[in-house]
């Protein structure tokens, strides 16, 4: 891809912002968040800082604004570290396994749980279909019917399908991430 060169040399010659947005990637375990994490620290050039079985943490530098982006394990026993990394945050994203219907309805669930934190109310959400190259996947309708995201009235959000196998979709999520965080300056 061409975005990184371009992205790169741009990152050089601004000088670092000293505003500080936090992205924090969510979602069941499996659906795909640390393949999204390590793209985006790809491409973003980013730093790694922490990286455990519960938390990967990783920083960059993206339209002269430092950006600390956190991925936090879904599994149900790590879920309750999650409302500590909510006061910080600018931008969600929350990643789901376009393949698993049956897990569907525990993701909504947990999903309407983070979004019942008042922290979170301004906050722009992305909801990110994963694993649509894959055999069983389900419809953008259906996801989004299943998950009830057309309830989300008075928020900020957006629903993009990709595959973090094959990186379809993944520059749709970047632009995004550069949006939400050049608006989080403004």
């Known amino acids: 891809m061409c975005f990184y060169g371009p992205v790169s040399f741009i990152k050089k010659i601004l000088p670092t912002g000293s505003q500080k947005s936090c992205l924090l990637i969510l979602g069941l375990d499996n659906a795909g968040k640390s393949t999204l994490t390590d793209r985006l620290a790809e491409i973003f050039n980013g730093d790694s800082k922490e990286s455990n079985n519960q938390v990967s943490e990783w920083s960059f530098t993206l339209n002269n604004s430092r950006v600390q982006l956190w991925d936090i394990n879904g599994e149900l026993k790590n879920r309750q570290i999650w409302p500590k990394y909510y006061k910080k945050v600018k931008v969600l994203i929350f990643v789901l396994d376009s393949t698993d ?5 525990e993701a909504r669930c947990v999903l309407c749980d983070v979004l019942m934190h008042q922290e979170l109310d301004n906050v722009p ?3 990110v279909s994963n694993k649509k190259d894959a055999s069983g996947s389900l419809s953008m309708s259906t996801v989004i019917d299943l998950m009830g995201l057309y309830r989300l009235t008075g928020r900020d959000w957006t629903f993009e ?3 973090m196998r094959t990186g ?3 520059q749709e999520i970047v632009n995004w991430i550069n949006e939400k965080i050049k608006n989080n300056r403004s």
């Open 125 to 127: 959400l992305l909801i």
């Open 101 to 105: 219907a049956v897990r569907l309805s």
């Open 168 to 170: 379809s979709g993944v």
């Open 161 to 163: 399908e990709c595959s």
